[in-house]
């Protein structure tokens, strides 16, 4: 006699753990990080505090001399390169779109209810404005190496205090906001992509030998690709953040000068 069969939960295909706990988060966080970041970019102009400069407002542009603030005129490249993301655009479909909410879980049933009789929900993926713009993520890519240079530049500045050699707790900060952001772009899929793909040999010759062992390295870090994406997005925050508190005063920065 056959079992009987076993009623599915709604929206889901059988699972019975907290799926949604990872789309939740992934929703808050990422609306909080908005949030934030809408705040500093558009109402909050003050960019530096002595050598140190907010990573939202580098490469400083205008020297702060325009009416609007100048972050507005470079934010787009670094939300180009999250929001096209391989991981990110993952993480916010599930989060925002429910497309899907999770592995093994249904679409919610509104969605299938606005699909033509008899054929299924018409699926277009990212052939259509916005979301085709994600096909633009090697060429943000290319922008964001450059920003991982200039915020290198930064924290060297940043050892600079008063005009003399110095490290703050501002400067550890930068710096590891500098690594964190390094190691969020060198780990990019299509950064691997870019430094492995297109060899029929890679042993054939000594050029295609050293991109195997780059192909490695890159490899290795693109495994861990989604903790540096969120390791980043914290370390960014945190260091603007901290910024600020020394432009209001809240306390000073402690250091050490040479």
């Not at 960019?47 to 542009?61: A, G, R, T």
Request: with cysteine; aromatic share 18%; glycine share 8%.
């Amino acid at each position: 006699m056959a079992a009987p069969a076993r009623a599915v939960p709604a929206g889901a295909l059988g699972r019975l753990d907290r799926w949604w706990i990872y789309p939740a988060n992934v929703a808050l966080w990422l609306t909080l990080f908005g949030a934030y970041s809408f705040w500093t970019i558009v109402f909050f102009h003050k960019d530096s505090y002595h050598q140190y400069l907010s990573p939202f407002y580098s490469p400083l542009i205008a020297g702060g001399r325009i009416p609007v603030s100048p972050a507005l005129l470079i934010f787009w490249i670094p939300l180009g390169f999250r929001a096209t993301c391989y991981y990110y655009r993952k993480a916010y479909y599930r989060a925002f779109f429910q497309d899907p909410p999770g592995c093994a879980v249904r679409e919610p049933r509104a969605l299938a209810a606005l699909a033509p009789t008899g054929r299924g929900r018409l699926y277009r993926g990212e052939t259509r404005l916005p979301f085709i713009l994600s096909n633009l993520h090697r060429f943000f890519l290319y922008l964001a190496i450059v920003f991982v240079v200039i915020f290198a530049i930064d924290s060297v500045d940043a050892f600079s205090y008063h005009g003399h050699l110095g490290i703050g707790l501002g400067t550890g900060l930068i710096l590891v906001n500098t690594v964190a952001l390094g190691l969020y772009t060198f780990s990019c899929h299509s950064l691997r992509h870019l430094i492995g793909g297109g060899l029929p040999c890679f042993s054939c010759s000594r050029a295609a030998r050293s991109r195997f062992q780059l192909w490695r390295l890159t490899s290795w870090l693109n495994l861990r690709h989604s903790v540096f994406a969120w390791v980043s997005l914290t370390t960014v925050v945190l260091t603007d953040l901290y910024i600020h508190l020394l432009q209001y005063g809240v306390f000073a920065d402690p250091h050490l000068g040479f």
